[in-house]
């Protein structure tokens, strides 16, 4: 029963991890290409915060920035 426990919240970590990793690559994507399109240079952000929400719920938040890259 303990295995099918861990397996399945290693699979689930495992999920929202990809999510969240495709999110941060979106947001990402969407900066260069916003920034090409003014001619402006990228400005710095001091800190990304990416939430994953299920039912209202907050699921995961994981912020990144200056010192946690």
Do not use: P, W
């Not at 990809?18 to 690559?25: G, L, N, S």
């Amino acid at each position: 029963m303990e295995a099918i426990v861990f397996g399945f919240l290693a699979y689930f970590g495992s999920e929202v991890g990809e999510f969240t990793h495709k999110q941060y690559d979106e947001h990402i994507k969407c900066r260069i290409e916003v920034c090409e399109k003014q001619g402006e240079q990228e400005e710095t952000v001091d800190t990304i915060t990416i939430k994953i929400e299920h039912n209202g719920e907050v699921v995961s938040e994981t912020q990144l920035g200056e010192g946690n890259e």
